[in-house]
């Protein structure tokens, strides 16, 4: 099973809006709903930030919101905060009920 | 409080054998499936295996079948991963996390296994 595909790295300034992109298959992003998105901060393990392609768990801000169009899924981050710079990671479950993460995207906040 | 925590980490020679242990607390351990999942270094997150809540269905990531067995004892509220015939490649943090409805929402803090001679 290849990783999910996302840019290694994006940039915004705060207040702006951000998006990341996860590019799968038709046996993965493209193939249910069981999309998930996760931050992760250096040297910390990682928290669920979206679920379901567009689902916050409670506790999370509404600045991050999440989509699917075909094989893609987007997590998007808006009015962009110093604490948002974090790694980012999309995962999907699969048609051979296994899962796969995304490479991870460095966002920079600059 | 609802936490995992892992240990049995460490220094393992190529060949060798760990066995990783993943003590949950706060929560009905017994209705969750578990995964567990591995960040090399500098590198991104790889799922590596799944078990049922009841131990009776084990999945495994290519990379690690034949290998590596996922297990649980319910009754300890503890979840296993043993870990044979050892990679360079298998030099991860390994965390365990808990499933709900095929998302991963609450990791441990992981530990790190080196395979090095």
């Known amino acids: 099973q290849s990783a999910l595909t996302q840019p290694a790295s994006v940039s915004g300034s705060p207040g702006q809006s951000i998006t990341i992109s996860c590019t799968g298959t038709?046996?993965?992003?493209?193939?249910?709903?069981?999309v998930s998105w996760y931050q992760q901060h250096p040297g910390k393990a990682p928290k669920l930030i979206i679920y379901?392609?567009?689902n916050r768990p409670s506790g999370v801000s509404n600045r991050f919101s999440g989509s699917k169009s075909g094989n893609t899924a987007s997590l998007t981050i808006s009015g962009l905060q110093a604490e948002d710079e974090a790694d980012y990671y999309c995962?999907?479950?699969?048609?051979?009920?296994?899962?796969?993460f995304g490479g991870g995207t460095k966002l920079t906040v600059l | 409080e609802v936490q995992l925590v892992e240990s049995g980490g460490g220094l393992v020679q190529p060949g060798g054998s760990l066995r990783l242990s993943c003590a949950a607390s706060?929560?009905?351990?017994?209705?969750?499936?578990m995964h567990w999942v591995r960040q090399a270094p500098g590198k991104g997150l790889v799922w590596v295996a799944r078990?049922?809540?009841?131990?009776?269905?084990?999945i495994y990531a290519d990379s690690v079948k034949g290998r590596f067995t996922i297990s649980r004892d319910n009754a300890k509220n503890t979840l296993y991963l043993q870990m044979n015939s050892l990679r360079a490649e298998d030099t991860a943090v390994y965390y365990c996390?808990?499933?709900?409805?095929?998302?991963?929402?609450?990791w441990g803090q992981g530990t790190l296994v080196t395979v090095s001679s």
């Open positions: 038709s046996s993965d992003v493209g193939g249910n709903y069981y």
């Open positions: 706060g929560f009905t351990f017994s209705d969750y499936w």
């Open positions: 078990i049922y809540s009841d131990g009776s269905s084990t």
């Open positions: 996390a808990r499933d709900s409805h095929y998302r991963q929402d609450l």
């Open positions: 379901d392609v567009s």
């Open positions: 995962s999907s479950y699969t048609s051979s009920s296994t899962w796969v």
